[in-house]
């Protein structure tokens, strides 16, 4: 098993190319981290959470995690010795346009661009004073993809993950993988803690946010993920992330 590593978690901002990884680490303070360009997955052994670019992740100190890229990616990370959100798990935060606009400034180094006046610490703690305002107001949201802990559970989803577009029922995929559905329904709340159709759809909005990033229309992102048409895919990636797919794409 490689070595875990421990790194800083500093303030700035990192460029990662289209299908670029950041391998398992871990940071002493907290850390903000928010896709300015291109989607960014964070994983943790918990699961996975999706940033678009009205997305943030939160990722409390000394949590094990992994980046991964999907389009070419700019990597908006901001560290922080204190815990303004009181949360103690990653989650992921609405990013408004206000604080979209302050994460950028505050990790772009703006002032040290050619004719601009440097920075004084007096500026620089007022930015970030507001930039803490808007994070305690940021609503956590739903683009949390848990991990399976039990086998025949685990078995269920990696056969979706292998093909989102997988229409099975819980009971034809349960005879695949040596469960019925009464047992399959009971793991997805104990060790989901969700339903199986919510789980597909997460996992399918996931996957949507990966195919768009990569290019792909959104007609053929609706039918790679299993959508019964594209309007359908429209209506819930819209009512999930706030914006349609097609403004994701672009």
Request: net charge negative; hydrophobic share 40%.
């Amino acid at each position: 098993m490689p070595e875990i590593r421990h790194s800083d978690a500093s303030t700035g901002i990192l460029p990662i190319p289209a299908g670029g990884e950041v391998d398992a680490h871990w940071h002493d303070q907290h850390q903000i981290v928010y896709a300015g360009q291109g989607v960014l997955s964070v994983t943790t052994d918990a699961g996975s959470w999706i940033a678009p670019a009205n997305r943030a992740i939160w990722i409390p100190a000394r949590t094990v995690h992994e980046h991964r890229a999907y389009g070419d990616t700019a990597l908006h990370t901001i560290g922080l010795t204190e815990n303004p959100l009181a949360l103690e798990e990653p989650s992921a935060l609405l990013v408004s346009p206000l604080l979209r606009e302050l994460i950028l400034t505050y990790t772009s180094g703006a002032d040290e661009e050619e004719g601009a006046a440097p920075a004084v610490p007096a500026e620089r703690a007022r930015l970030r004073g507001v930039l803490l305002d808007q994070l305690r107001r940021s609503s956590q949201l739903p683009t949390y993809l848990p991990t399976p802990r039990d086998p025949r559970l685990a078995a269920l989803c990696e056969l979706l993950h292998n093909d989102p577009a997988d229409n099975r029922t819980l009971t034809e995929l349960g005879a695949h993988v040596g469960a019925s559905e009464r047992t399959l329904s009971r793991l997805c709340r104990s060790d989901l803690g969700m339903t199986f159709p919510q789980w597909r759809t997460q996992l399918r909005l996931h996957t949507a946010l990966r195919l768009l990033a990569a290019g792909d229309s959104v007609t053929r992102v609706a039918h790679q993920t299993g959508w019964a048409s594209t309007s359908a895919f429209i209506d819930t990636f819209k009512r999930s992330f706030g914006h349609t797919p097609g403004a994701s794409r672009a």
